[in-house]
Every structure is written in structure tokens, then in C-alpha cells.
């Protein structure tokens, strides 16, 4: 079941990967700035989350992956925040930071009390 879990996890973290690196490829333009903070914390986001399936534990991996992809979606709501002009966009992205947040000190504070 683990490995199911984590051959999932991995093939569907690869194919987003290399679907942003082909897309990547075939632009002859530059990236704006929105577009290459985005990137910055997509990239970041896959790479922890990746680290999270290193995990033998399946709630540790589970929780590892969680903080990861939370961590992410706030990198993106503040860039959202920065750059985002239309006025609902900006309130979810306040949202998702305030949602978000504390639900990532919940795991990472579950994650230190499975510390031996």
C-alpha cells in the first residue's frame, strides 16, 4: 500500500513537472515576474513534496506532503498578493494564507511529537 502511495504520489508529481518543463520550452518569450515567482514556488512545493515520500511512514509522508503543498499554495496567494489586481482573486489569496497557515504548524507540530 506504501509503495502504491508513493508510485501515485511520484508519477503524478513527474508528469506536472514535465508538462510545466515542455510548456517551458516552447516559450520564446520571458516570463514575467508573476510568472517566475509562480514557478519559483511551484518548483520549490514539488521538490518538498518529493522529499516527503522518502518517508516509510505513511501519516509522516502524508503530513510532510501536506506541509509541503500548503507552503506552496501560500507561496502562490502571495504572489497572488503581489502582483493580482482583481480584488476577488486578492481576498481568496488572503483566504488561503489564512487557512492554510495554521494547518501547517497543526502537522508540523504532530510531526515533532512522533520525534523519539
Known amino acids: 500500500m506504501k509503495t502504491l502511495f508513493a508510485a501515485i504520489i511520484f508519477s503524478l508529481l ?15 518569450q520571458a516570463l514575467s ?17 518529493m522529499q516527503g515520500l ?3 511512514d505513511a501519516d509522516v509522508a ?10 506552496g499554495a501560500i507561496a502562490m496567494a502571495k504572489t497572488e498578493l503581489q502582483y493580482g489586481k482583481d480584488p476577488a ?3 481568496l489569496a488572503e483566504q ?6 495554521p494547518e501547517i504548524d497543526r502537522m508540523q507540530a504532530w510531526l515533532k511529537q512522533q520525534q523519539p
Do not use: L, N, V
Not at 508528469?15 to 517551458?24: P, V
Not at 502524508?62 to 507552503?71: L, T
Open 14 to 28: 513527474a508528469s506536472s513537472s514535465g508538462a510545466w518543463a515542455a510548456e517551458e520550452t516552447h516559450q520564446h
Open 33 to 49: 515576474p508573476a510568472q517566475q515567482s509562480y514557478q519559483q514556488g511551484m518548483t520549490e512545493m514539488h521538490d518538498r513534496m
Open 54 to 56: 522518502k518517508a516509510q
Open 62 to 71: 502524508f503530513a510532510q506532503g501536506m506541509i509541503a503543498h500548503h507552503q
Open 89 to 91: 482573486m486578492r481576498k
Open 96 to 101: 488561503i494564507i489564512a487557512a492554510q497557515q
